[in-house]
């Protein structure tokens, strides 16, 4: 368990590595409690919205609804609920297909890789989406390699821990 201390240092880490970049200054303090709380319980605390399925205080992570993963139209609703991160980071994606599959896992894995590859040729921070399994709840959120080594190293519970498509495929298969 981390001790105050320690978690102080590692919201500071996060501040100085940009983690809140996105956010508004209002929000601040409340995400930072947030966070705070969240390491020292050891679990991913993200402060939504009034709105659940939409950008939450957060402005980096996303939850998205397993019946819309299974959609044909899933391509077109994940840009939708990043598109207003994606204008904060200046880019324009236009939708794309995927193959139509019923598998779940592999429909919303292609799509993150898919978001992942345009980000990695138009952000030279390296920031890329990973896949979090909240709870019962599926979410990405976009980090850089830094700040998800941070949330790895962190937490416990693989459930909290912000992961590449591979690594979720791996796991979700594999619980």
């Keep these: 368990m981390l001790t105050e201390v320690e978690i102080n240092q590692l919201i500071v880490q996060l501040e100085n590595l940009g983690y809140f970049k996105f956010a508004n200054e209002k929000d601040l303090i409340e995400l930072k409690e947030d966070l705070w709380f969240g390491f020292k319980i050891s679990e991913f605390n993200p402060t939504l919205d009034d709105d659940f399925f939409s950008i939450g205080k957060e402005k980096r ?28 980071l200046n880019i324009d994606i236009e939708d794309f297909s995927i193959p139509n599959t019923k598998n ?60 590449t498509t591979n690594d979720w495929l791996e796991f979700y298969f594999n619980k």
């Design 61 to 88: 992570y996303f939850m998205l609804d397993h019946m819309s993963v299974m959609d044909r139209d899933f391509v077109p609703y994940f840009l939708e609920e990043i598109e207003t991160l994606l204008e904060l």
């Design 104 to 163: 779940y896992p592999t429909k919303l894995c292609i799509t993150v890789d898919k978001v992942n590859e345009i980000l990695a040729a138009k952000n030279s921070e390296g920031e890329q989406f990973y896949i979090i399994n909240k709870d019962e709840d599926l979410g990405i959120i976009l980090l850089t390699p830094a700040l998800q080594q941070i949330f790895r190293t962190n937490f416990s519970d693989k459930n909290d821990i912000p992961m």
